[in-house]
């Protein structure tokens, strides 16, 4: 007869390094497997440009998130060096690009230009109207989706011997309870987030 499995929720100083990294795990995941579809997107023979903007755009943001803001432990931007130091500069190119492009518009990769339609000789002359030229850049093109899909590897890896080397210290306490405390400990609630508290910073245990 196959053993049912319920949980209880171990509330200890120690549990939110451990729940902390599996987010970041998770999310440096997500970083791999959008790098991977937005390669992917990349190599048909007609790209759609809303999907690649919008990959390139997941990418960077998940990758920053693991580094900066929120109320989960960071990793630290010296793990970028201490992992392969040839992506250090890489990693202040994507914060650089999240800053001031994606999530802002600041640098010079997006240019509007508001401009006159004219006709050109040999054509009479003659005004045509308004227009508004200039561009913007996407993202992230091929090479450097590949370059960040290896780099948030390589977090990945590191991130996960931290977590399992900590999971391992955390089970030496568990095992140190009685098995009746153990049961004793309430279940997990269940995960139902509130959106109209969007805007509020969940609390640290």
């Not at 499995?5 to 970083?31: C, F, M, N, W």
């Not at 990758?63 to 201490?82: I, M, N």
């Not at 308004?130 to 561009?135: C, D, Y």
Request: proline residues 6%; glycine residues 4%; charged residues 30%.
């Amino acid at each position: 007869m196959p053993t049912v499995i319920g949980h209880r929720q171990l509330d200890l100083p120690e549990t939110q390094l451990v729940s902390d990294l599996y987010g970041v795990i998770k999310d440096l995941a997500s970083v791999s497997e959008f790098c991977q579809r937005l390669v992917d997107a990349f190599d048909v023979d007609s790209p759609d440009l809303h999907l690649l903007d919008a990959l390139a755009t997941a990418c960077v943001v998940r990758y920053c998130r693991c580094f900066e803001g929120g109320v989960r432990t960071k990793l630290d931007p010296d793990s970028v060096r201490a992992v392969d130091p040839r992506f250090a500069e890489f990693h202040d190119y994507l914060f650089a690009l999240r800053q001031k492009h994606l999530s802002h518009s600041v640098n010079e990769f997006e240019a509007n230009c508001v401009a006159v339609s004219v006709a050109e000789p040999p054509s009479p002359p003659e005004i045509r109207g308004i227009t508004v030229v200039g561009g913007r850049v996407a993202g992230l093109d091929r090479r450097t989706a590949l370059n960040l899909q290896e780099l948030a590897g390589k977090l990945r890896e590191a991130a996960s011997a931290r977590y399992e080397a900590e999971e391992k210290e955390l089970r030496a306490l568990v095992d140190k309870m009685s098995i009746d405390k153990v049961y004793q400990l309430p279940e997990p609630r269940p995960f139902e987030p509130d959106w109209k508290r969007a805007g509020r910073k969940r609390r640290r245990k």
